[in-house]
Every structure is written in structure tokens, then in C-alpha cells.
């Protein structure tokens, strides 16, 4: 079993802050995340967390992110920060 497969089948918890990202997307796959944190990074877009129905925590703070997708994740998301 690849890295890969292990991370979509139990992945719960990833923190990829202060690392320059730009946008996410491609993380439909990781069901089981429960939190995520991407703090710190170039975020203006984020894509395909909606899809993730067992995210309780979105952790978004100092990035560029536009305020039409927080009202889409706001919309979705128990527990998310923007600070």
C-alpha cells in the first residue's frame, strides 16, 4: 500500500501552514480528515473541501483568501478561523 492510499484511508488530522501554498485542491479523496490547518501560506482559493464531510476544523488564518469562498466553506464548515 502506497503513502498515498494509507493518507486517504486515515488520514484525520493535516497541517500544511507556512508553506507558500497557493490553492488547494485534489483533497476530495481524504474522507476521514477531520481538521485541517493551512495557516500561513498564499491561499485565494480553496476547492474541494466541501466534499470533505468529516471536517469539523478549517484553519485558514493569514491568507489571501477571497470572501466568496469563505461564505461557500462558511456554509459547510462547524469550525472555521480566519484570523
Known amino acids: 500500500m ?7 484511508i486515515c488520514c484525520r488530522l ?3 501552514s507556512f508553506n507558500r501554498i497557493k490553492k488547494i ?4 479523496h481524504l474522507h476521514k480528515l477531520k481538521k485541517l490547518f493551512l495557516v500561513n501560506n498564499k491561499i485565494s482559493e480553496i476547492d474541494d473541501v466541501s466534499q470533505l464531510t468529516q471536517l469539523t476544523m478549517l484553519e485558514l488564518g493569514a ?5 466568496r469562498s469563505l461564505f461557500v ?3 459547510r464548515s462547524a469550525c472555521l478561523s480566519c484570523w
Request: charged share 30%.
Open 14 to 16: 493535516l497541517d500544511l
Open 2 to 8: 502506497s503513502m498515498c492510499d494509507k493518507l486517504t
Open 63 to 67: 491568507n489571501r483568501i477571497r470572501v
Open 73 to 75: 466553506l462558511l456554509k
Open 25 to 28: 485542491e485534489n483533497i476530495s
